[in-house]
């Protein structure tokens, strides 16, 4: 049974930071390669960031230069480091296994202008 445990939302001020933690069990995490999502209110859930198995990346162009993932397959976990934080980043934000339906629950991230 796979399982995700999101944490690190939370409300910031633009500008800010946050650091985003997604632990996934059930999963030959090290094989994995893995997205974060983000779903604002109203619209689709986008694709923001996405790191291969071999660690290489992705960006969507409204986060690239301001966010970072990484992953630490010693702890099954994936990270989404965001910086400068702008009101428009606010969503929920998702991991996922790529190339799978296996979603974790979502963590809010709400920035304040």
């Known amino acids: 049974q796979v399982q995700f445990v999101e944490s690190g939302g939370g409300l910031v001020q633009a500008g800010g930071s946050l650091r985003l933690s997604c632990v996934i069990s059930?999963?030959?995490?090290?094989?994995?390669?893995m997205g974060w999502y983000r779903q604002a209110p109203g619209k689709q859930r986008e694709l923001v960031a996405f790191?291969?198995?071999?660690?290489?990346?992705n960006y969507a162009d409204s986060v690239k230069g301001r966010f970072t993932i990484s992953r630490d397959n010693a702890k099954n976990t994936v990270y989404l480091e965001m910086n400068s934080l702008k009101p428009e980043d606010t969503a929920v934000y998702y991991c996922?296994?790529?190339?799978?339906?296996?979603w974790g629950q979502g963590t809010q991230v709400t920035v304040s202008s």
């Open positions: 996922k296994v790529w190339g799978s339906d296996y």
């Open positions: 059930g999963i030959t995490f090290t094989l994995s390669n």
């Open positions: 790191i291969h198995s071999g660690e290489s990346t």
